[in-house]
């Protein structure tokens, strides 16, 4: 996944429209395709503490947890006080910020960038539309099976639809929803089925489906071997990431 990816992505989900919304813990907020087509993002359910939904899906989780896309770090706090080891990443400051200031553990930092723990990771969440990241699926998938175990787990939040798209979108709010500007990015949304078909041929395999409060998942298997072609595991999951460091390569503290 291209350096340009990620640095467009940042610079989206940092714009003032989302840290606006976290910051209110309130929308309208959308992602907004180039024929105008509107996307409307659950900003308050993200914002609020975990609900039944979530808790049913945290319930299926194994060993250390990375929360790919962690937003304002509802799952990331709920997981913690499970007593599991868990950490948050994302590419908006403001989101890691809301994350570290409930006591949560997030970086900021891309999927496709490296991260803490790589290949040691036992459960993996693309939760709240997050299966959509980099616009790739194919891509996003490999990045996963990379950052998890062999056997590790990946819980995803798949569209309620058989749904396979991808297009460029941009943040916006309500008021500016018809304006155009050049922060646009690569999106998915994906259904059940979709997903399936990307992931089969990649190695996952199906270890369930399930719907719940008018929502959707999907738990896939990786591979039980690594290619040897696959990159070395790094030393360490979590240890401590509540160091400041401006660079981004750490929380973000409380300013």
């Known amino acids: 996944m291209s350096t340009m990816w990620q640095e467009t992505a940042a610079r989206s989900w940092a714009a003032d429209p989302y840290a606006d919304a976290l910051r209110t813990g309130r929308g309208p907020l959308f992602l907004r395709r180039g024929d105008g087509w509107l996307l409307p993002l659950e900003v308050e359910r993200w914002c609020a503490r975990a609900d039944a939904v979530d808790r049913e899906v945290l319930g299926r989780c194994e060993g250390a947890v990375l929360d790919v896309g962690c937003g304002p770090g509802r799952l990331v706090v709920e997981l913690a006080a499970l007593g599991r080891p868990v950490l948050g990443i994302d590419v908006s400051e403001a989101a890691v910020a809301h994350t570290v200031r409930l006591g949560g553990q997030a970086l900021r930092r891309s999927v496709f960038a490296p991260l803490p723990g790589e290949g040691r990771w036992n459960t993996a969440l693309l939760l709240d539309g997050n299966l959509g990241i980099g616009g790739d699926p194919r891509a996003l998938l490999r990045r996963l099976a990379q950052l998890l175990v062999p056997g590790g787990l990946l819980i ?7 749904v396979d798209e ?11 929803s018809s ?35 008018g929502r959707s998942f ?14 070395p595991k790094s030393r360490a999951v979590i240890s401590s990431q509540r160091a400041r460091n401006p660079s981004g390569d750490r929380p973000v503290a409380d300013s």
């Open 156 to 162: 995803a939040e798949t569209v309620p639809a058989d």
């Open 166 to 176: 991808r297009a460029e979108v941009s943040l916006v709010r309500a008021v500016d």
């Open 179 to 213: 304006r155009t500007d050049d922060s646009s990015f690569p999106w998915a949304r994906l259904g059940t089925p979709a997903l399936l078909r990307y992931a089969r041929p990649l190695g996952w395999r199906g270890a369930g489906q399930w719907t719940a409060g």
């Open 218 to 231: 999907v738990a896939l298997r990786a591979r039980r071997s690594r290619s040897s072609a696959e990159p």
